[in-house]
């Protein structure tokens, strides 16, 4: 995986295209992969990022609980913005990890997980509509904000 991990800083566009697609290949069969491209994407530049972001995203929602366990304690903004567009780019399959992290502790990954679900639209809304009538009152208010993003003001 170090030689990809360099691959990607490579001078060749074509060189950095190949070695996302070998990285996602990797990871689709190992959460030990998996989780080294998530480690190296907290460490990296914002065009490192982009290559590392893509990478997790050809890897499938294979990825989904390791970013969403991740989001848990991840303090970086930038970095949990990584993690929402590619939770987000899985749609209904992210759903319901994504809500579940409005009970995190983590505030930050809360934003992340609504701004997700408010790119997943339409698909989230039952979900963010049960969560609206959760007894766990930052639970029920994440779903709130999500709603009216999304338009939704009655429930």
């Known amino acids: 995986m170090e030689e990809l991990l360099k691959a990607i800083k490579a001078e060749n566009l074509d060189e950095r295209h190949a070695a996302v697609e070998k990285m996602a290949e990797r990871a689709r069969g190992s959460e030990e992969a998996a989780a080294q491209i998530i480690s190296a994407l907290r460490e990296a530049d ?4 982009w290559y590392l ?3 997790l995203l050809k890897t499938g929602p294979s990825v989904i609980p390791a970013l969403i366990k991740e989001a848990e304690t991840e303090p970086q903004a930038d970095v949990l913005r990584y993690y929402g567009a590619v939770l987000a780019s899985f749609g209904k399959e992210s759903v319901a990890p994504l809500v579940g992290l409005f ?5 930050a990954a809360r934003g992340m997980a609504g701004a997700a679900l408010e790119k997943i639209g339409e698909p989230a ?3 963010l509509l049960d969560a609206a009538k959760s007894d766990n ?3 029920k208010i994440c779903a709130g904000i999500v709603l009216m993003k999304l338009g939704v003001y009655s429930y």
């Open 53 to 55: 972001g893509r990478a």
């Open 137 to 139: 009152q930052t639970v």
């Open 103 to 107: 009970s995190s502790e983590n505030a």
């Open 125 to 127: 809304l039952e979900s």
């Open 46 to 49: 914002m065009n490192g990022k």
